[in-house]
């Protein structure tokens, strides 16, 4: 649908020294329990990196480095040579594209796309699918089973002369972000709500939305990255086009400083 037919996606295993393929799509036979050392390989070396790591003219680059190799099998060193590493995917692959899942710091696996056309990857595939892999990262999160969270409970002040969020005495967030994650845990704690919409943080009045050019979904970008960064047992996870979980380790203790 997304118009990239060979594709895999690997997950970090072994407390992140290797990589193993959960899904595939486009290929003769499935590439599922294809598993790939940390820092070998293109899969390998996006994962040790962290980078998005893109090839094209493969075949050349294959046949200049094998040719090496039996020069080197041929001289007295070949006993030393490692066996060759066959490449998960497409034999006759001429471009490949491979991006990192983070979630934070944390590399849960990687994205690989690849194509037998070496013009097939452009710019503007590597942007969208930096976005897909993010999605992708955090969805992959989310299915994860967790540690049950911590019986400490989260305490979370808010100051409205300037719109001040702090946790557990922390500075977390100000200005707009912070109303809008104050609505957010009082709508919570008041009526049990965990998803939300962008649209009705727009008709809400007392949030005080610039009549133009609002940049909500900017706005709720850097809340969302702040807490990532600051607070991650508060998250937004995005659920759908427009709309957002609120999701909580626990129940936050909820202040307003001066009341």
Request: with cysteine; hydrophobic share 45%.
């Amino acid at each position: 649908m997304l118009g990239f037919a060979h594709a895999m996606v690997l997950l970090a295993e072994g407390e992140g020294r290797r990589l193993g393929c959960v899904a595939s799509r486009g290929y003769a036979e499935p590439c599922r329990g294809v598993e790939v050392r940390v820092g070998e390989g293109l899969v390998g070396t996006v994962a040790e990196r962290r980078r998005m790591l893109r090839v094209a003219g493969m075949e050349a680059e294959l046949r200049y480095g094998r040719a090496v190799r039996d020069r080197v099998a041929a001289s007295s060193e070949g006993p030393a040579l490692a066996p060759e590493l066959p490449l998960p995917g497409l034999p006759d692959a001429q471009a490949w594209l491979g991006l990192p899942l983070m979630v934070c710091d944390r590399l849960i696996g990687v994205l690989a796309v690849e194509s037998a056309d070496p013009l097939c990857f452009d710019e503007w595939d590597e942007a969208f699918l930096q976005v897909l892999a993010n999605q992708l990262a955090l969805g992959i999160e989310r299915l994860r089973p967790t540690a049950a969270p911590s019986a400490r409970a989260l305490r979370v002040t808010y100051y409205p002369e300037d719109d001040c969020v702090f946790v557990d005495d922390a500075y977390l967030v100000r200005n707009l972000p912070g109303r809008i994650l104050w609505k957010l845990l009082t709508l919570h704690a008041e009526e049990g709500r965990t998803e939300f919409s962008n649209r009705e943080l727009r008709l809400d009045a007392g949030l005080g939305l610039p009549a133009l050019k609002d940049n909500l979904e900017s706005r709720l970008i850097l809340l969302r990255r702040r807490l990532e960064e600051r607070c991650p047992g508060i998250r937004l996870v995005p659920v759908a086009r427009g709309r957002f979980a609120l999701e909580l380790d626990g129940r936050p203790e909820l202040r307003v400083a001066g009341a």
